[in-house]
């Protein structure tokens, strides 16, 4: 009898919890709020005592200066006084009515000059104080918010697409540290979902490419045999034209996805060398339509991705010069550096446009006035295209109807 093979056993339980541990006495957390309290709290408390310090030494001194003696008996017997600090008293034959008038005058005349004083130094103690306070505030919030900074670093360079950067803060667990392991919990499920999205833009490049090659490479054969029937070939090149269309929506829809993300290796690039490439590619179907390619290219050295910047020029190109009048129709192409900033722009003349139809344009597969592929003059994704890698190179495109038909696209990229 075969012995009976054992159940399979269940996957060993996870040894990290991801569950964040509630510590046995919550309130004695030390959070931002109780740091921040304690802190500027014994800063008042302190600057509070050192104020009252200087007051006390300063109204003990003023008691001190205010004990001299306002006169000094010379002769007991005929009255006779001198004093340094009241010569209203020195007269003689004071009656005991204006002697006394007298002191009390001096009395009041010291009281007023101490008090003076005391105030005087109080305030230049106060103003002291005061700079003393704010510099140590300032130094000590920089410290406290320090983290925040470390953060704010790592948020940047993850923006420049480096999704492996991590804040790994240490200290009191408090709030910043909380934010700091969110975030860097966000990076790594961002990181995965990047890297996923790779893996599936790979395989389907290969998936999908594959089939569609086999394709044209039976209809290319069986057109070439001089003894198929017409209607055979016409089918033939229907075939044909459906599947390069097909193998175009493929290349537009991987390279959509690719160019979404930011460049990570750079090189510098000319962008008036990649507008005369596009020029070049596009200058035989210009001549069959009958469209002038004209313009000045300057140089303008961007950092950047040289095939997906040739794709950005081609596609405006291509765009400008199927969209085009029947006759007489021109397309400029200009490259330069404006305010620090390199600047592709392509106008051409064409249809007139209405300015509410310019954001629809940069849709994917939206044309003007229809929102489905139905010519043969592209797949409906140029423009979403050049958007894309435009923003994934740091810059921008922009349009505008020109006067008479047609637009003007402006494509600004950071040199």
Known sequence: M?????????????????????????WLRPTIRIRLTLLYGGMFLIAGILLLSIIYLLAAQAINTGNEPLFKI???????????????????????SQFN?????????????????????????????????????????????????????????????DLSRRIELDGPDDELKELADTFDEMLERLQRAFTAQQRFVGNASHELRTPLAINRTLLEVHLSDPNAPMELQQLGKTLLATNERSEQLVEGLLLLARSDNQIVERKPVDLAEVAEQAVDQVHAEAETKGVVIRGEQKAAVVQGNGVLLERIALNLVQNAVRYNIPEGGWVEVTTEVQHGQAVLVVSNTGPVVPAYEIDNLFEPFRRLRTERTGSDKGVGLGLSIVRSVARAHGGHISAQPREGGGLVMRVTLPI
């Open 2 to 26: 075969a012995a009976t093979p054992a159940p399979p056993q269940a996957p060993p339980k996870p040894t990290w919890d991801p569950r964040r541990v509630e510590p046995p006495f919550p």
């Open 74 to 96: 010379v002769d007991a017997t005929q009255l006779q006084v001198t004093s340094d600090n009241c010569p209203a008293i020195k007269s003689d034959n004071l009656t005991f």
């Open 101 to 161: 008038e007298a002191i009390s005058a001096c009395i009041d005349d010291q009281r007023h000059v101490a008090l003076d004083d005391l105030l005087s130094r109080s305030l230049l103690a106060l103003l002291g104080l005061a700079v003393i306070a704010f510099a140590f505030g300032y130094a000590m919030a920089g410290r406290v918010l320090s983290p925040l900074g470390r953060i704010t670093r790592t948020a940047r360079a993850v923006a420049g697409s």
